[in-house]
């Protein structure tokens, strides 16, 4: 909040919500690198761009690169940073709470529960392998984890995800939660099992 109220330029993303965006400089150039899951507004290689030409623009400035969640997590935020570092721009990042913790806990689910899920798991649920399209993923190992699997923006790919777990050896009565719209007041919870995954999509 503090960076955002004296920042010059917000560089801001799709998923970060308007109250978040109120709280920016009134006078702060804004700008929208959005990306929607099928259409990317501006690619990632021209926002590590667009950073690093805001930085010289605004030798004493802030610019601020707003993101949802933890910039870490399937953020992009280390490439962003690679950029930077290769510029020599000096840079600050402020830690944020990832989905893949924030939402389940939203929701009810503890993602380790002593007993139950001693490790919990964040997996990319949309990167495809260019040779055959299918998501990259070693579902022989995932299916062996005993911890908690959660799968980041995974619900297009989730019948195949629950289909190669079990075939994997996972058992087909794992529960499942979908859960969207996380952490706002649209947030829903669908409870569902691996083996029911593809109708409780088709159905909700």
């Known amino acids: 909040k503090d960076i955002l109220e004296k920042a010059d330029v917000v560089v801001y993303d799709r998923l970060v919500s308007p109250a978040i965006l109120g709280m920016c400089n009134p006078k702060a150039k804004m700008v929208d690198v959005g990306k929607m899951p099928t259409h990317h507004k501006v690619k990632q290689s021209e926002i ?23 910039p870490f997590v399937f953020g992009r935020g280390g490439e962003e940073a690679l950029e930077l570092v290769a510029a020599g721009v000096e840079f600050d990042v402020v830690p944020g709470i990832t989905s893949a913790i924030s939402v389940p806990a939203y929701a009810g689910i503890p993602v380790s529960h002593r007993g139950i899920a001693t490790s919990f798991h964040i997996i990319t649920g949309h990167e495809k392998a260019e040779s055959n ?29 629950a289909k190669r777990l079990i075939e994997c050896g996972k058992d087909p009565k794992t529960p499942l939660a979908f859960i969207e719209k996380g952490t706002t007041p649209y947030q829903r919870t669908v409870m569902a099992t691996l083996e029911t995954a593809g109708e409780t999509i088709a159905r909700e």
């Open 48 to 70: 590590n761009k667009l950073l690093v030409q805001f930085a010289k623009e605004y030798p004493q400035g802030v610019i601020a690169r707003l993101k949802g969640g933890d």
């Open 133 to 161: 399209g299918e998501l990259s993923l070693d579902f022989e190992n995932l299916a062996k984890c005993p911890g908690t699997l959660i799968f980041l923006m995974g619900i297009a790919n989730m019948d195949f995800i």
